[in-house]
């Protein structure tokens, strides 16, 4: 590292996103079509409305976007009834898990998450200097709120809660989060992560708007990236009671949110056919994948949102190596403390058959992963398959 670079930034490691399809193409000369099941993106697509409108609004591309993102604020705000001021948007969610860094974390403080949750919370603790407390997933690869509470120190300003948890796709239900909330002192602010919201079963799922209206420590986030299928665009966006966005405001750089992204965002709001279509999709790709892993006796965590947790008894280096050279692109999990997984994103009808005949293919050659898992650190073997 560069000798004058700010030493606390050795505990920062980069954020290692799923490999880009074209980065695959590229490196293995695959010809056919490559499925990118690493990301957790909409198999469908973007939304049509949305894609109308920034067809529209390309040709406005050299004037910078409304810093406020007024009308998109607006229609959050409507969209979920809350007021104007609880609204905070990002360039992607992410934006706003930094941004609550900046704006309430000092060095040497502490921030609190799950193990085994989305990364984005080590690394933004580390980048600004905070110690990162972070106690172990419970059974079942669901987050332990109890092993959270106990964790919160008097120095804890922040607790981030994936929920549903990225990368396990398990949920945390109204009762235990409400039991949660209610041991919880006004001294920390706890960060609803809620990048998967719009798959979740919303019968059993907390409310968890209803403490931002309240005006509680707590803040709400959403993303733009999944169900509604814009990514590319970069657009996260969270609610929180008017005292807490009023700090996000004075970190947050000018023109965070491009000017298609806030465009695009109005029109897919609107889109509730593309959500359904959606939803559906997912929830159709999930019970398929889910009984073909049963039948390859592949355990998995049970997920509630567009993609699965898989654990193999051995370490899942070769079969991401040997789907990666079938041209399906899927996340292992090994920065995640977690080697012997792999997070498959659902995909279309098409793509979740060609994923099961390749893992079905891979695992049927028993000899060559014995020998593998032999020679691997981790420990396992592919007995139980
Ligand atoms: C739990 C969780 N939070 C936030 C994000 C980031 O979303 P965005 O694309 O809005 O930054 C993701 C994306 O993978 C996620 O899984």
């Known amino acids: 590292m560069h000798p004058l670079a700010r030493w606390k930034l050795r505990a920062v490691k980069p954020y290692v996103p799923g490999k880009p399809i074209e980065e695959v193409a590229r490196e293995l000369g695959l010809k056919e ?7 957790n993106e909409n198999a469908l697509g973007p939304s049509p409305l949305a894609i109308e409108a920034v067809k529209k609004a390309l040709g406005e591309m050299n004037l910078y976007p409304d810093d406020e993102a007024y009308y998109l604020k607006k229609k959050i705000a409507e969209k979920f009834g809350v007021d104007f001021d ?8 992410v934006e706003i898990v930094l941004m609550l860094g900046l704006g309430f974390v000092y060095p040497g403080e502490s921030i609190v998450a799950s193990q085994g949750s989305f990364i984005m919370y080590k690394i933004v603790a580390n980048l600004i200097g905070a110690d990162f407390v972070e106690p172990p997933l419970g059974e079942d690869w669901r987050i332990d709120l109890d092993a959270l ?9 922040l607790v981030f809660i994936s929920n549903p948890n990225n990368p396990t796709g398990t949920a945390l239900w109204r009762d ?8 919880i002192g006004d001294d920390v602010i706890v960060v609803w992560d809620e ?3 719009e798959f979740v079963d919303k019968d059993r799922f907390p409310d968890t708007l209803k403490y931002v209206r309240q005006g509680k420590n707590v803040v709400v986030l959403r993303t733009f990236s999944k169900i509604y ?3 590319g665009l970069r657009l996260g966006y969270g609610f929180a009671p008017k005292k807490i966005v009023e700090v996000l405001r004075r970190v947050r750089l000018p023109f965070n949110v491009n000017r298609i992204a806030q465009i695009a965002a109005i029109a897919a709001l609107d889109d509730e056919e593309h959500l359904r279509r959606s939803r559906e999709l997912v929830l159709k790709g999930k019970l398929y994948l889910m009984k073909e892993l049963q039948r390859l006796n592949i355990p998995y965590a049970h997920s509630e949102t567009n993609f699965i947790f898989v654990e193999f008894p051995f370490d ?6 040997s789907l990666l050279k079938r041209g399906i692109i899927t996340r292992p ?3 995640y403390n977690f080697p012997r997984a792999l997070r498959i994103t659902v995909g279309t009808e098409e793509q979740n058959r060609k994923l099961i005949k390749a893992l079905e293919e891979i695992l049927g050659d028993r000899e060559k992963i014995w020998n593998i898992s032999k020679t691997s650190e981790v420990e396992g073997s592919p007995e139980s398959l």
């Open 86 to 93: 609880e609204v905070i948007v990002g360039n992607g969610s």
């Open 195 to 197: 990048a998967y919201y």
């Open 176 to 183: 235990e989060v409400e039991e949660f909330m209610n041991r």
């Open 333 to 335: 999990l090994a920065g």
């Open 316 to 321: 899942a280096g070769y079969i991401y190596e």
């Open 229 to 231: 299928g814009l990514a």
């Open 33 to 39: 079509p490559i499925e990118k099941l690493a990301s």
């Open 149 to 157: 509470c106990s964790a919160i120190r008097p120095d804890t300003k």
